[in-house]
C-alpha cells in the first residue's frame, strides 16, 4: 500500500492522545519510516500494525486515492505484535 498524503482531525489527535497516550509524530513514523503490516477491516477501513520509535502502535485509517485519514491509533498489545513479527 502506498500512503502519499496522511490526514488527522484535531480532534483526532487530541482523542488519541487523551485516550491513548500517542502522539501525532508516531502516527507519522509508523507510515512513513517503517515498514508497517496492512489489514483491510472493511470498505475503505485499515489497519495498520507497526513500530514507532520506542513501540508497537495500531493504527486505523480510512484509505482513498493514496491519502490515509486517521480514525484511531493506540499501543498495540501482545498478539497485534506477534502478528507484525510473524510476518516481518
Known amino acids: 500500500m502506498i500512503i502519499k498524503a496522511i490526514k488527522i482531525e484535531p480532534e483526532t489527535i487530541i482523542k488519541i492522545f487523551d485516550k491513548h497516550n500517542v502522539l501525532q509524530e508516531e502516527i507519522f513514523d509508523v507510515l512513513k519510516n517503517d ?3 496492512f489489514k ?6 485499515y489497519a495498520a500494525i507497526g513500530l ?8 486505523f485509517f480510512r484509505y482513498d486515492e493514496g491519502e490515509a ?3 484511531t491509533a493506540y499501543p498495540s ?10 510476518v516481518k
Open 77 to 86: 498489545d501482545k498478539n497485534q505484535i506477534r502478528s507484525y513479527k510473524k
Open 35 to 37: 515498514d508497517p503490516r
Open 69 to 71: 485519514e486517521i480514525t
Open 52 to 59: 514507532s520509535k520506542s513501540r508497537y502502535l495500531t493504527i
Open 40 to 45: 483491510k477491516v472493511g470498505g475503505n477501513q
